[in-house]
């Protein structure tokens, strides 16, 4: 259930913060920093002033004390990039894992005993196996600040998007004697030699003309919030580096879907079990989402020389991804003649899978980011990087497609009538994986 999947994550968030806060108590050996200076002269201590400017990242004292190298809990300095408070907008070009889809459309031979249908001489695949992705454009947003002078304790969140990608494959046949015959493959679930490769036609040379087009979308966001703990600083004028703990929140939503459309026109019924006459629109819609709800820890360190800078960052997280299911399926018929008429279901879902269905699963989330950028000046700063993230026991629609059909559940078919016999399709959930993967070029303001 959801709520079984909301107390997971709020309780394993608390646990990823209260491991930070622990630490954060915990008292830094002073091996891990080198020493302080206390007895620096005035003189260089107005040296380091002057040059805070030109080397942002050196540490900078908030007392009278000089610090070369920061780390200790007593130290008065603050290590690393300035500003207490900072923002970022980033602009993202990603790419995503594609979708395992089972044959979808084919092209037949008229000649074939059941044209369109699999194992048939003059079958071919137009469309199945998978369905690949492009890239998507999108957007992140980040914003934080420290706790405290020194830039030991912070908080941090962020929200990214990818803006939905849509993808249409569209196969047509014009009915003419030499034309295309088009199909959509099926197991007929009726036959005695069950199951037994089945085709609904949609275009046949002397019989119907017809179109079909598949279209699939995908859609990703997400919002993280962590608190900051730094580890170690070490810095002096012109080079350095930080390490952080981050722990806290991850909420990550997948939309999917994949919908299938035809146009049939039948003029002149010539094959067993095919509609009499009249025009026919048929439609499936299969669409899934995913809710990843969980605690998340990591790490995050920083480089930096002069005014260039490197950060790295690595994160696991780990929760529940509510699984959603949506199944749909109409046919509406337009006798010759005649007036129109809906009927429930499409091809491949019938009245016996559609619906909407969930389930909860233990999912893994971690990801990692790696950025290099340069300050413009104190409070601007530019950046380019590339972002890799990986999501356990998602559900995607095109697992969800069963090709298992009760042949008389089919409105467009002179086969159709009560449910008789096995009641195929039924719903199915499978898990797989997912990626997300791209480029990323921002800007950071800092105060």
């Given at each position: 259930?959801?709520?079984?999947?909301?107390?997971?994550?709020?309780?394993?968030?608390?646990?990823?913060?209260?491991?930070c806060?622990?630490?954060?108590?915990?008292?830094?050996?002073?091996?891990?920093?080198?020493?302080?200076?206390?007895?620096a002269?005035?003189?260089?201590?107005?040296?380091?002033?002057?040059?805070?400017?030109?080397?942002?990242?050196?540490?900078?004292?908030?007392?009278?004390?000089?610090?070369?190298?920061?780390?200790?809990?007593?130290c008065?300095c603050?290590?690393?990039?300035?500003?207490?408070?900072?923002?970022?907008?980033?602009?993202l070009?990603?790419?995503t894992?594609?979708?395992?889809?089972?044959?979808?459309?084919?092209?037949?031979?008229?000649?074939?005993?059941?044209?369109?249908?699999?194992?048939?001489?003059?079958t071919?695949?137009?469309?199945?196996?998978?369905?690949?992705?492009?890239?998507?454009?999108?957007?992140?947003?980040?914003?934080?600040?420290?706790?405290?002078?020194?830039?030991?304790?912070?908080?941090?969140?962020?929200?990214?998007?990818l803006?939905?990608?849509?993808?249409?494959?569209?196969a047509?046949?014009?009915?003419?004697?030499?034309?295309?015959?088009?199909?959509?493959?099926?197991?007929?679930?009726?036959?005695?030699?069950?199951?037994?490769?089945?085709?609904?036609?949609?275009?046949f040379?002397?019989?119907?003309?017809?179109?079909?087009?598949?279209?699939?979308?995908t859609?990703?966001?997400?919002?993280?919030?962590?608190?900051?703990?730094?580890?170690?600083?070490?810095?002096?004028?012109c080079?350095?580096?930080?390490?952080?703990?981050?722990?806290?929140?991850n909420?990550?939503?997948?939309?999917?879907?994949?919908?299938?459309?035809?146009?049939?026109?039948?003029?002149?019924?010539?094959?067993?079990?095919?509609?009499?006459?009249?025009?026919?629109?048929?439609?499936?819609?299969?669409?899934?989402?995913?809710?990843?709800?969980?605690?998340?820890?990591?790490?995050?360190?920083?480089?930096?020389?002069?005014?260039?800078?490197?950060?790295?960052?690595?994160?696991?997280?780990?929760?529940?991804?509510?699984?959603?299911?949506?199944?749909s399926?109409?046919?509406?018929?337009?006798?010759?003649?005649?007036?129109?008429?809906?009927?429930?279901?499409?091809?491949?879902?019938?009245?016996t899978?559609?619906?909407?269905?969930?389930?909860?699963?233990?999912?893994?989330?971690?990801?990692?980011?790696?950025?290099?950028?340069y300050?413009?000046?104190?409070?601007?700063?530019?950046?380019?990087?590339?972002?890799?993230?990986?999501?356990?026991?998602?559900?995607?629609?095109?697992?969800?497609?069963?090709?298992?059909?009760?042949?008389?559940?089919?409105?467009?078919?002179?086969?159709?009538?009560?449910?008789?016999?096995?009641?195929?399709?039924?719903?199915?959930?499978?898990?797989?994986?997912?990626?997300?993967?791209g480029?990323?070029?921002?800007?950071?303001?800092?105060?």
């Open positions: 259930m959801k709520f079984t999947t909301w107390t997971l994550a709020v309780l394993s968030s608390l646990l990823a913060l209260g491991v806060a622990q630490i954060g108590r915990a008292q830094v050996p002073a091996a891990q920093f080198g020493p302080t200076v206390e007895d002269s005035e003189d260089a201590e107005q040296g380091e002033q002057e040059e805070a400017e030109a080397h942002p990242f050196s540490s900078t004292p908030t007392s009278s004390n000089h610090c070369n190298t920061c780390g200790r809990r007593r008065k603050v290590c690393g990039p300035p500003g207490r408070v900072w923002v970022s907008a980033e602009y070009y990603w790419w894992k594609g979708q395992r889809i089972p044959t979808l459309v084919t092209s037949g031979s008229p000649t074939d005993t059941t044209p369109g249908a699999l194992g048939q001489s003059g071919q695949t137009l469309l199945g196996n998978s369905l690949n992705s492009s890239g998507q454009s999108g957007g992140r947003f980040t914003a934080g600040f420290w706790l405290n002078q020194q830039q030991t304790r912070g908080f941090e969140a962020n929200y990214f998007f803006g939905p990608q849509t993808n249409s494959f569209l047509s046949g014009s009915g003419a004697p030499g034309s295309a015959v088009i199909a959509r493959p099926f197991f007929d679930v009726t036959n005695p030699n069950s199951p037994f490769q089945n085709s609904q036609i949609i275009s040379p002397g019989a119907s003309s017809g179109t079909v087009v598949v279209s699939s979308s859609g990703l966001q997400g919002v993280g919030a962590n608190g900051l703990y730094n580890l170690c600083c070490c810095s002096n004028r080079s350095g580096r930080r390490l952080d703990l981050l722990g806290g929140f909420w990550t939503q997948l939309n999917q879907g994949i919908f299938i459309n035809e146009n049939i026109a039948v003029t002149a019924p010539a094959i067993a079990g095919f509609p009499t006459s009249g025009m026919f629109n048929v439609a499936d819609g299969f669409s899934t989402q995913n809710n990843f709800y969980g605690a998340q820890m990591g790490l995050r360190g920083w480089w930096w020389r002069n005014r260039s800078f490197v950060n790295a960052q690595g994160l696991l997280a780990f929760g529940g991804t509510h699984q959603q299911m949506n199944i399926g109409s046919t509406l018929i337009t006798p010759a003649g005649g007036a129109p008429i809906v009927a429930p279901g499409g091809l491949l879902a019938q009245r899978n559609i619906g909407s269905f969930s389930r909860d699963q233990f999912s893994f989330l971690p990801q990692v980011g790696l950025n290099a950028g300050r413009v000046t104190n409070r601007i700063w530019l950046f380019g990087g590339f972002t890799f993230m990986y999501w356990t026991n998602v559900v995607q629609p095109g697992h969800a497609i069963n090709q298992s059909l009760n042949a008389r559940q089919i409105p467009a078919s002179g086969l159709a009538g009560p449910l008789t016999g096995p009641a195929q399709p039924n719903p199915i959930f499978r898990n797989t994986d997912f990626w997300a993967q480029l990323n070029v921002g800007a950071m303001m800092r105060y």
